[in-house]
Each structure stands twice: as C-alpha cells, then as structure tokens.
C-alpha cells in the first residue's frame, strides 16, 4: 500500500487516548464555571433577592443543585466513558438526529458564542488597562481567539498546561479579593442600606445556576481522562463542592465590602468592591484578573468544545473531516479550526451589531436548558436499555436525585422562556436551521463507538 493512503488510514483510525491526568480534568471544569460571571451575575442576584440570607442560600441551593445533576453525569461518564459528552449520552439515549441537533446547537451558538462574549469581555478589559477606545475590544477579542485555538491545535499538553496556570491565577485571585474584603475592609464599609421588597426566586435560580453552569463539560474529556471510571465522579463533585465555597465566600466579601443594596446597584459588583477598599490600584488589579478568568474559561471552553465537534464528524459521514482525531496532537486539529472559524466569524458579527449579538448569545438559555433535561431523563431511558452494562458509580437515591435534577431542569426551561420571551425564538431559530440540515445529513448506524 501506499504509504501516504497507509497514513491517511491511520490518521483516521486515530482515537482519544487517556492521557489527562485527574488534575488536568479538575482544572477544565473549574476554569469553565470560574469565568467572569461571577464578577457581574452576583449583582443580578442581589438585586432579585429579598435580603443577604435570600441571596446567600440562593448561591448554597445553587451549588447543591449543581452537585445533585453532577452525581447524574457521574453515572452517565463512567458508564459511557466516551469523546462527545451529552451527545454521547443523547445519541445513545434517543438516537443520532436529536443529538445532531444538540451539537449544532453548541457548535452554532452555545460553545462558540460563549468563546466569542468570554473574548469580547478580554477585549473590553485589555482596552480600558491601555487606555484605547472601544475600537480596539474588537481586535483584543479576534486575538484571543486566534491565540487559544492555536496553542490548543498544537496539541493537548500545551492546552491543558496553560489551563492549569490560568486556573491557579485565577482561583489565587479570588481568594486575594476574598481575604482583602473580609480582612481589611472597615466595619462601616457598607451602606446600611438594603436592597429591600420581594424575591423573584425563579430569577434568581436563572442567574445562580447561569453562573455555576459549565460543569457538566468536564464529561467532554472522559476518553482522555486517566482511569476515568475512578475519576470523573470525583472531579465532578469535588469541584463543584469547592466551587460552591468559594462562590459563598465571594458574596460574603462583596456584601462586607457594598451591601446589598450597593451590589444590587453595581454594574462590576468586584470591581467596585476592590475600588472602595484600594482606590484606582485595586480597579487595575481587578481588571487584571477578570481578564485572567475569561481567557481560563475561554480555553476550557475551546477544549471541550472540539471534542463535542468530534464526536459528531464520527457519527455522520458528510461530517467526517471534523471527525479526525490526530494521534501525534493528541486532539481533534480539524474540530478545533472549525470552532474557532465559527468564534471568530461571531466575534465579527459581534463588532458590527454589538447589542444584537449580546442577546442572541444570552438568549440561547432555553435550549441549553432543553437538553440539558432530556439528558436527565436519557439516564432513566439507559439504565432500562442498558441493565446489564457495568456502571462503576450509580447515582445515590435513585430515582429521587435523577428526578430532582429533571425537576430543575424543567422549571429553569421554564423561567429561561418566561425572562427571555420573544428572544427565545433565536434558540428556535438555530435549531430549526439544524433540522434543515438534517433532511441531508445521513448518520451512521450503529453508532462507530462502543457503549464500553
């Protein structure tokens, strides 16, 4: 044979090989829910909260809530410890076309928008720390991305090596912020004042739950995770256990510094707290690392996304080009370019209609909260079609926590379409154009991997 066909052939037989480590796994999930929302959501939430103990055991439910769907993915990753993720789970739960419409959905909005508003935030910041002008967001923006894709398509070492710093700079940060705002700020820091009137509950668990989102894509790495049955639970729960803390900890300093009343009123609720305690130099500082949480949860995001992008090319012919794993990388090179394409193309989109592309992106809630159900309920489905499948880790109480999870799901679809309204229609809209896609698109059937 000839040996070009002999690599071609090989290069296409290539498959995620488990080499992340546990910490590495650790470092994606808390990078992805670590992001800047948790410089700007808690400003939301105080403002839709009654008073501070509302406010707080909003962010303690939220974080239980997580766990509880965590303990779910748990199950699902161990037992299907497949590239792909929640495509993985649905293909195998509902067939490959309603999970086709998931990944185009994360391919077309969900994961390239987050890339494409995480970049704009690194923008925004970079332009206010020079001294430029709204001009130069754009461009900051288009260069983290290209700057990210790359050093991802170089290989998977060099992604998850920068996603380990970024994290440890970005968790030390916030630690810093915590100890200065519960340390050192005076006793009179905060207005007396509070927020006052009613709790809209469903708003608030909208804007928590938005904030702690993103953890369920550590499962995206599942074939690369060493002894992934042993670890993915753990790195599941244990991160979402300390994500939890140290999001309390973070309201607890931003209420010593502000109040309620002054976070519901902040538009950059920890820049504002850090200008209170240090003036100017703290504001820089802040700046600083909110630029730091964007880009650590802009890598992560581009990482697992591409594996998403992946799993689908294996499963549809006309999409095997994204379907090509590159064994010397380690990662799926054509899915990542592909992705990144697409943030870029947005970032694009973003810098001419600015505000119409911030509501397109926001208003994909509905749909990631669709799925999100349905994954929920694919663990029911599986465990009847699967009942002699080796699941190393079942979920705890079930079916009580598996229906908790559904339960939450349902009515966060439900407060999504309710706060959303017509902007729902844009989550409609790509889906619709997925659909299209379909009536051309032919999967593969059996699916090419395994359950095991």
């Not at 380990?164 to 810093?176: A, D, K, S, Y």
């Amino acid at each position: 044979m000839d040996p070009r066909e002999q690599r071609r052939l090989s290069a296409a037989a290539a498959l995620p090989r488990p080499t992340l480590r546990a910490r590495e796994a650790f470092a994606i999930t808390i990078g992805i829910v670590v992001g800047a929302g948790i410089f700007r959501t808690p400003s939301l939430v105080a403002g839709a909260s009654g008073s501070e103990a509302v406010m707080l055991a909003a962010w303690a439910v939220g974080g239980l809530l997580s766990i509880v769907g965590a303990l779910c993915y748990a199950e699902l990753a161990t037992a299907y410890p497949q590239a792909g993720g929640d495509y993985a789970y649905l293909r195998r739960a509902y067939g490959p076309r309603p999970a086709f419409l998931y990944a185009w959905a994360r391919l077309a909005v969900i994961q390239t928008g987050s890339v494409a508003v995480l970049t704009f935030v690194i923008g925004d910041y970079l332009a206010q720390l020079f001294g430029l002008g709204d001009w130069a967001s754009a461009p900051f923006a288009a260069a983290a991305v290209i700057v990210l894709t790359t050093l991802n398509w170089l290989g998977v070492r060099q992604g998850t090596r920068a996603q380990n710093w970024l994290t440890v700079i970005e968790i030390v940060g916030i630690c810093l912020i915590v100890a200065a705002a519960l340390l050192l700020a005076p006793a009179d820091a905060a207005p007396v004042a509070t927020a006052g009137g009613d709790s809209a509950i469903g708003l608030v668990l909208v804007f928590v739950l938005l904030t702690y989102g993103g953890w369920n894509e550590a499962v995206y790495v599942t074939a690369e995770v060493r002894d992934a049955r042993r670890w993915m639970p753990r790195v599941l729960t244990l991160s979402l256990i300390a994500i939890t803390a140290l999001y309390l900890l973070v309201n607890l300093a931003y209420l010593r510094v502000l109040g309620l009343a002054g976070m519901a009123e902040s538009d950059a609720v920890a820049a504002d707290a850090m200008r209170r305690l240090f003036g100017g130099h703290g504001a820089i500082f802040m700046s600083a690392l909110v630029v730091a949480a964007a880009l650590t949860s802009a890598n992560a995001t581009l990482i697992t996304g591409a594996r998403g992008v992946y799993a689908v090319g294996r499963d549809f012919p006309a999409l095997a080009f994204i379907g090509r794993w590159d064994a010397r990388s380690g990662s799926p090179r054509t899915a990542m370019l592909v992705q990144g394409g697409l943030a870029l193309l947005l970032v694009g989109l973003g810098a001419i209609a600015r505000d119409g592309f911030r509501t397109a992106v926001e208003y994909t809630a509905p749909v990631f909260w669709l799925f999100f159900l349905l994954v929920g309920v694919s663990l029911f489905v599986l465990r009847r079609r699967d009942p002699d499948l080796p699941r190393p880790f079942r979920v705890p109480l079930y079916p009580l926590l598996p229906l908790l999870f559904c339960a939450t799901s349902g009515y966060l679809l439900y407060s999504s379409l309710a706060y959303t309204g017509i902007g729902a229609l844009v989550g409609v809209g790509v889906l619709a154009a997925g659909g299209l896609l379909l009536l051309y698109l032919k999967p593969i059937h059996p699916p090419q991997e395994s359950p095991t």
